[in-house]
């Protein structure tokens, strides 16, 4: 049998010159890959596959993390930023491109009546929600166990994704002085929602929430816990928003607010909206966007704000989502893959709670549902990683964390599907061999 390193020698040689060269030898702390001995080296993608360096060929469900919904390398894509590069690729000067971009986004997201295009998902959160204090002139957020809104001292606080995958959930060196500020409250508690707001309401400036949390595995909202938030921000004059960097074009051409039928006051965007390139939208209505600098006092700038290369991404992705078919695709995947693996897991004798909606899935080793982050920190991660391990070296790469989640793209097609089923069923009969043995 295929050991881990045998499988990845290259990547080994190349993750011991990168352990001098980054902290913890990567760029992104997910990278890692926690319980494997160093991450495998990537050399190339298409479609639903990726290629190591070792030429090893993996079905891919991490897909960067999201951004990929027409899969690698998509053509029409990849021919929109040669178009552009022909040209030059930065001018430091606004372009006809951010104003075609900008309308199409806006057609789609009709609540973002005027937005600020920014590089990075974190930076999106962290504007809006400094516009949000600027605007209402209140401090206090609200946010929510378990949700990631990027990097920044604003939200580091009980958040998703890497900080919870390496048990970080307030960094260190965010200062208390700022954290006191972040209200964190159990997802889908309408309740504690209540409560808060009965307490601390006429402070609050906004509540910031991911619409279907993608970073602490997938957690599904009720539609009373959305609603609520709604009518909450309404009645004390606080701002929702909604952070649609995962949702954003994937759940609907509209994000979760047409999927949901739910109006933000402020909207964040990034992944799928640069096509595979760096992108992060923040905008709403205009009454509250023309407070952004150069008409308003609340500053942003950026040497590479709506930069051409990843506008022209994103507005080719945005064209080819406009024809359905991805979805199509896309959903019929996550719905297949959700549907089978919790029969795939029983013959195996596990129990396992599968969560998916559109295009993304994620399953917990667990009994009972999952609806907040406690749920899900009562999974057994540790059986999570193993499977996932073993998958890897048959060829089949799951999102590297249990609080991570699948994605699934036009490039998963039933073929694609079957042929994971297929590695799933292998996969969880070596679990259970390598469980009984200890
Ligand atoms: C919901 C959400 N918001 C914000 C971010 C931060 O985006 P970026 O990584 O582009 O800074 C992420 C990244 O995963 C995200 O999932």
Known sequence: ?????????????????????????????????KHLPYPFYV?????????????????????AFGPLILGHAHPVVKEAVLKVLENGWIYGTPTELEIEYAETIRRHFPTVEMMRIVNTGTEATMNAIRLARAYTRRKYIVKFDGCYHGAHDYTLVKAGSGAATWGVPTSAGVLEEVAKYTLVLPYNDVHSLEKTFKEFGNDIAAIIVEPVVGNFGLIIPDYEFLRAMRELCDAYGSLLI??????????????????????ADLTTLGKIAGGGFPIGIFGGKSEIMRLVTPSGPVYNAGTFNAHPVSLAAGLATVRELEKEYPYSIANAAARKIAEEIEKIAGKSGF????????????FYFKKGDVKNADDVRAADEKLYLKLHEICLRKGLYLTPSQYEVNFTSAAHTDDVVNETLRILEEAFRELRSEVRRG
């Open 351 to 362: 129990d396992i709670v599968v969560k998916y909606i559109a295009s993304m899935f994620q």
């Open 43 to 63: 050399k190339r993608a298409e479609g639903a596959y990726l290629e190591t360096v070792e030429g090893v060929r993996l079905i891919d469900y991490c897909m």
């Open 1 to 33: 049998m295929d050991t881990y390193e045998r499988l990845f020698s290259k990547s080994r040689e190349l993750y011991a010159r990168a352990v001098s060269l980054f902290p913890g030898g990567v760029n992104s702390p997910v990278r890692l890959m």
């Open 242 to 263: 909604f952070d649609e960097v995962i949702t954003g074009f994937r759940l609907a051409l509209g994000g979760a607010q047409e999927f949901f039928n739910i109006r």
